[in-house]
């Protein structure tokens, strides 16, 4: 086993890991609604409760990474966020389940913003862009959680036995990974330094370039499929196809796209990036049949996978702010737009339309292109891993 654990290998589980746990609720959502007797406004509020919790994670795990150390820190809170699905799928009482959900929102986002810092230092020790790959290892082990929701639901099997078994089959499959000999850089912050580092300089449009992205990527989750059936009058098979292509395409372009950004470097990147997501939106908002729209679908995930992860490398990058910290602050710029961006392109669609939503979200995928030029700034020294 001590052969296979690898640097890049040991990142990518923990990647695969985060996305199978949410992979597994996100597939059983329905069934833990039905089991409550949630409606709609009851389910959203939970989903809102854990969205919060996520947000109220991203400095305080920021600031324990820099620490502590990010890979010390992404295996406590991996074990939290095993620990914290079983409970979801154990809570008798809506109370208890809001409660269990926090919990959940909070170790998922706080993994998200460790692991990431435990990749940038990866991405520094190996010389070259990997960070892309890294989150097509989150959308692979998510499509994994799916994949087990669907076998677990034509199985008959209830949400409390599920949530008890995969988790533990997941930390039976990841877990080893983890365990690498890897020694990250900490920093001991003083008694007056704030638990979450407002962003600063250049790290301030770094921040906006992952604004745009959560909200090109929340639109997409949120309304690809309300779009393809109300405005363009897919069937409701056909709705779905929007979603599942932009996913697609994202994984597909996750697990090439480095090889361009080593390549070309992140600036050009970005900015074909910008370009391309825009694109989709536009070629979307004027579409007249689903054909044209699902190949607006493709530019969006075209456009969208390198940026979120451009924008955490130059983050943990960035000279002025600990890197936990700097992740800590583009990620709730990036989630905080994921989580309040659709409501608002909900609001837009009732006074105006869900066309003139979508042009709205172009026009944040061009300021992702504009503002490409701060993302080939990086921190001169090198971190020893």
Known sequence: MPDLVTPWRAVAA??????VLLGCWAS?????????????????????????GALVSFPVAGKLADRFGAVRVTRWIAAVYLVSIMLVGVAPVVPVLALALFLFGMSHGAMDVTMNAWAAEVER????SVMSSFHAMWSLGAGLGAAGGFAATSLGAPVALHFIAAPILAALLFGPFLRIDWTSRTRSGG???????????????????ALGAGLGEGAAVDWSAVFLSEVLGASENGATLGYAVFSVT???????????????????VALASGLLAASGYLLCATAAAL???????????????????????????DPEIPPGQAIASVATLAYGAMLIGPPAIGFIADIAS??????????????????????????????AA
């Open 250 to 268: 994202m994984v597909a372009m996750r697990l090439c796209v480095d090889r361009l950004i080593t390549r070309h470097g992140p600036r050009r």
């Open 354 to 383: 869900l066309r003139l939503s979508f042009v709205l979200v172009a026009l944040f995928a061009l300021l992702i292109a504009a503002l490409s030029p701060v993302l080939g700034r990086r921190r001169p020294e090198v971190q």
């Open 125 to 128: 020790h190996m010389g070259r």
């Open 14 to 19: 923990a990647f695969a890991l985060n996305g």
């Open 191 to 209: 008694a007056g330094d704030p638990v979450f580092a407002f962003p600063r300089g250049a790290l301030v449009l770094v921040g906006l370039i």
């Open 28 to 52: 059983r959502v329905p069934a833990v609604a039905a089991n409550f007797g949630l409606g709609e406004g009851g389910l959203g509020l939970l989903l809102l409760v854990m969205g919060v």
């Open 291 to 317: 054909p044209m729209a699902l190949l607006g679908f493709v530019l969006m995930g075209m456009g969208y996978a390198a940026v979120i992860p451009l924008a955490f490398s130059r983050a943990a990058a």
